[in-house]
């Protein structure tokens, strides 16, 4: 935009990107603040005063005002099903932040109206039944009374889904359909399924159930995916390390991004792992890439980071916090030939492990090969997760050489945790300041898209807050960061694990050009309102990926969204919070709607004059 009083004079070193007037927190403890910063060729040239970047303004330099706002460097997402989301994200119909089940259902018979034959409404992740006024799953009556004939798949955590009877018909679940291991398909009096499907303990069920949905082809994986990154950009993400998962095989399901990438139109930079699809044939999976590719393959934007998060599926523990801890056989041996696999020519991994009993028996593994001269080797590897890990197995992983990964899971599933565990364990679920007294590279991520939201700053919130998204209070002050080190977690961490922290995570001449303008300053809003910041101005490489309010515009344009009938088409991604006047006004319009219902209840019943009304939740029909 024009700016009054910057002349522009540079020719042969004219800067392509100028950022001014601005509140910047650099990450860099050698000088922490500026007001201004130069971009050249993807990476920062020039940090400081307005005064500093004025000879480096030309004809053709793209100058921004920040208008005072605070400058974060780009947040990078240490745990993010990225490539996986990215394929799926305009199938899905997003409940993240969405405040009332009256609403949510509202949007998916919306949906359902224009979803053509053959294809589903899928709700899948970043949403709970306790961020609901009404605190409570849908029912299948009101998903039926939604979508009588269209297929609906709802996942509710890593707990549960509920289905309706279209899409009971189209995933092939009847009466003879026998349970899979470690899930439930609900049963009514009949033998016949309900629609509720229960992780007991494992999410297999909702998962392989979810696969039967129809799939994205060719170019529209392309569109989705780019649309998902600008998303992703909208929250100030400008890296992510992709986690892998189930049902993302290698190289298939990588394609996209990887095409992608040779196009220039990756708008966030993706290091990426891979993980054994197949049970019993993880050694042999891992043998053949390694013979493909090694650690660190590919450039800035998408490459290569290591295994996992899990090397074994025998090794992997599930975090179905509403059923036991789950009890695992003998994995040792499988798991040490992949451990061993791995190190011995030079790969790092990650590894999935939500308890301290599954860490310790990985631990032991580590500790034979260590006396073999195999850890700490300079490789990278990390725990994820880790809810209820030790203090002495964090004395075990930081004299390894490891490192640690947390994610606000527990934002979404704390109080099925508390019931489980009670207060003393939920307190110090993870142990965080435990981990970073320890001096050990703590990261912090989502864990998106089936479970947690993809949006960060729930994340930053809850790191620093302790807070569930019911706002219960579950982790002690002691157990908290404060705003800068959350930051850091979100930045630097990240960085550190994919070894890029030279050049990235920080806002220093060198580095690479990644920053978000704010809507809101992240260091002085009050504690609740973090969670409600986006980004205004998101750059990655110099690039300008997203861009709204004033700066509206200055962001590549994206080919539209396909297939038209998508839910991303009409509702976009994450639900925005709406500013306190409207939520208020909201909230009456609500509760004016129950005092409406609660009336034609008394009529119904002959307690009250007027015509009864069509019941909102058909279930409650007496």
């Known amino acids: 935009m024009p700016v009054g009083g910057l002349v522009p004079q540079a020719t042969d070193d004219a800067a392509e990107l100028v950022v001014r007037n601005a509140s910047i927190h650099t990450g860099d403890p050698r000088r922490p603040h500026a007001e201004a910063l130069a971009v050249r060729g993807g990476v920062i040239t020039v940090v400081g005063d307005d005064k500093d970047v004025a000879p480096h303004v030309g004809p ?130 009949d033998g016949e399924p309900t629609g509720m499907l229960l992780a007991a303990p494992s999410a297999l069920i909702l998962y392989s159930t979810l696969a039967k949905a129809p799939v994205l082809e060719g170019e529209d994986r392309k569109v989705s995916t780019r649309h998902f990154l600008r998303e992703l950009n909208r929250f100030g993400l400008t890296s992510a390390i992709d986690a892998a998962g189930g049902f993302q095989n290698f190289p298939e399901n990588y394609g996209t991004v990887i095409e992608l990438a040779r196009a220039g139109q990756l708008s966030l930079r993706i290091a990426y792992h891979l993980f054994p699809q197949t049970a019993g044939q993880e050694i042999a999976d891992l043998t053949r890439w390694i013979e493909m590719a090694g650690p660190e393959d590919g450039d800035e934007w998408l490459r290569l980071n290591g295994a996992g998060e899990n090397l074994t599926w025998a090794a992997a523990d599930f975090e179905n ?172 961490a990240g960085a550190e694990l994919t070894g890029e922290e030279q050049v990235k995570g920080v806002l220093r001449t060198g580095c690479y050009a990644d920053l978000a303008v704010l809507s809101d300053d992240y260091f002085t809003v009050p504690e609740p309102e973090i969670a409600h910041i986006e980004s205004l101005l998101t750059v990655t490489g110099g690039r300008i990926v997203y861009a709204a309010r004033e700066y509206e515009g200055l962001d590549e344009e994206l080919p539209p969204v396909t297939p038209a009938w998508s839910p991303v088409a009409h509702f976009g991604g994450y639900q925005a919070s709406r500013p306190a006047g409207v939520r208020q006004a909201e909230a009456l319009g609500e509760a004016v709607a129950e005092s409406e219902q609660h009336r034609a209840w008394r009529a119904r019943r002959g307690l009250a004059p007027g015509a009864a009304d069509t019941p909102f939740d058909p279930c409650f029909v007496l």
């Open 321 to 492: 916090f509403s059923q036991p801890r789950p009890e695992l056989g003998d994995y040792e041996n499988e798991f040490e030939k992949a451990v061993r696999l791995l190190m011995e020519n030079g790969w790092g991994f990650r590894l999935h492990a939500t308890y301290d009993e599954t860490i310790r028996r990985d631990l032991a593994v580590f500790e034979k090969l260590a006396a073999e001269g195999l850890f700490p080797a300079g490789n990278r590897w990390l725990f994820d997760h880790a809810e209820t890990v030790s203090a002495q197995s964090l004395d075990r992983v930081a004299a390894l050489g490891g490192a640690m990964s947390v994610q606000n899971r527990l934002y979404f599933q704390g109080e099925a945790f508390l019931r489980r565990y009670g207060p003393g364990a939920a307190a110090d679920a993870p142990p965080i300041r435990a981990m970073l007294d320890r001096g050990l590279t703590v990261a912090a991520g989502t864990d998106a898209t089936r479970v947690s939201t993809y949006n960060p700053w729930v994340a930053l919130h809850w790191l620093v807050s302790g807070r569930d998204i019911g706002d219960l209070v579950l982790r002690s002050p002691g157990n908290r960061v404060d705003r800068e080190t959350a930051l850091r977690m979100f930045t630097v």
């Open 60 to 189: 053709a330099t793209k100058v921004v005002d920040a208008l005072g706002r605070r400058v974060v460097p780009g947040l990078n997402d240490a745990h993010l099903h990225v490539i996986r989301g990215g394929l799926n994200y305009v199938l899905e119909l997003r409940w993240d932040g969405v405040r009332t089940l009256r609403q949510a259902l509202a949007m998916l018979r919306e949906q359902a109206a224009r979803t053509p034959k053959g294809q589903w409404v899928r709700v899948v992740g970043g949403w709970s039944a306790d961020q609901f006024a009404e605190r409570r799953l849908p029912t299948v009556a009101e998903l039926n009374a939604a979508a009588p004939d269209t297929p609906v798949f709802v996942l509710h955590l890593y707990q549960s889904a509920v289905l309706n009877r279209a899409a009971l018909r189209a995933a092939g679940f009847d009466k003879d359909t026998p349970d899979p291991k470690g899930g439930q398909i609900v049963r009514g009096r």
